[in-house]
């Protein structure tokens, strides 16, 4: 039988990779397994808690109706991370500003807390995105310089998919791997080592339903996908999504709407660690114009159209947008 490797093992293994000090990415990333696993539980027995499905009664800075899991998850995510101490502010999708935990820590957090959370009480797949950076602004707190380097200055990347099983997906620019939470030992063992997608996919993935509202050169693209007899799956939850286009191949569209000028995702905590995690996969990630990594960020919250996925179907997007 093939030789159990458990994420803790693991990242004490690669820790030579890690730019930075030893030992800081192991308690950076202790905070993401520890919290995924108690948010795995809310999540799974959601349906029969009382207090837990639908929506809080508040609005996040988004202006979108937070759910309970939301808020849980948050506040799950950012006390795991307040408590190892490498962390020193959190940017999250559920609050309105940095939170900073004054700590000394040499490290700042964004995080997508719990994505797709329309889907959370109709139990279909939602994830949790977090992307790593290393402080560069001196003074007693994190500032917002810390939160405005470009995707190409995160130090790790990953995402958490609460889904038929629950895995865990990083990386810190030395490849892409995966491992899935074995509920009969309660640990994350590697199952996906090594995680690249192929440079054409099976799919893509967007929200026909706005079609009316894309340029022509998205719905060109949409035309040419189908003329090629390209599957369509889109689940509504973006890690999902992502993670079933990152294993099979395949491309997620979110270009702007009327309703979304500037795309709907998030730059901080949606694209760029989806990015970063796609382009070690093989893989591309383009705002329709520039490389989402590229991007100099202006705006915790800010929001960017988005293509990511398979390396030849997202320079098809490109070449197609461009004619
Ligand atoms: P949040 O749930 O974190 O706000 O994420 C946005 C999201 O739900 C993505 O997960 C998903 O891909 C997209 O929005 C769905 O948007 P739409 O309903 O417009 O297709």
Redesign the pocket.
């Known amino acids: 039988m093939a030789q159990i490797k458990t994420l803790a093992e693991f990242i004490t293994e690669r820790q030579h990779e890690f730019t930075y000090a030893t030992g800081e990415l192991s308690q950076l990333l202790t905070s993401f397994r520890l919290a995924a696993k108690i948010v795995n539980r809310e999540v799974n027995k959601a349906g029969l808690a009382e207090d837990i499905l639908g929506a809080q009664g508040t609005d996040n800075v ?1 202006g ?1 109706a937070q759910q309970k899991l ?1 808020v849980y998850a948050n506040d799950m995510f950012i006390r795991m991370l307040r408590s190892q101490g490498e962390v020193c502010a959190v940017a999250s ?1 559920e609050n309105d500003d940095i939170v900073h935990f004054d700590n000394g820590g040499r490290y700042v957090v964004a995080m ?1 807390p ?6 959370i009480d109709v139990n279909v797949s ?2 949790t995105i977090f992307s790593i950076y290393r402080r560069i602004s001196t003074g007693p707190k994190a500032t917002m310089e810390d939160f405005m380097q470009p995707g190409t200055a995160q130090v790790a990347a990953g995402y958490i998919v609460y889904g038929s099983s629950t895995m865990l997906v990083y990386t810190t620019g030395h490849g892409v791997n995966g491992f899935t939470l074995d509920p009969s030992i309660g640990t994350f063992c590697l199952s996906h080592p090594n995680i690249t997608t192929p440079a054409d996919g099976l799919y893509y993935s967007v ?1 026909e ?2 079609s009316t509202d894309f340029s022509q050169g998205v719905k060109t693209y949409i035309e040419n996908c189908k003329k090629s007899k390209t599957g369509a799956r ?8 992502f993670h079933r286009n990152l294993l099979k191949g395949g491309i ?1 569209l ?1 270009p702007a ?1 009327a ?2 000028p500037k795309g ?3 730059l901080l905590y ?1 694209a760029n660690p989806l990015a970063m995690i796609v382009e070690q996969a093989g893989g591309s990630a383009t705002d329709g114009g520039t490389r989402i990594l590229d991007l100099k960020p202006s705006e915790l919250h800010q929001r960017c159209p988005l293509f990511i996925g398979s390396k030849n179907m997202v320079e098809g997007v490109m070449r197609t947008l461009a004619s």
């Open positions: 988004q979108e939301d999708e997508d719990l994505d797709g959370s329309s889907n939602i994830g929200n339903g706005n889109y689940i509504g939850s973006l890690v999902a999504d997620y979110y709407t309703k979304s709907k995702l998030r949606e």
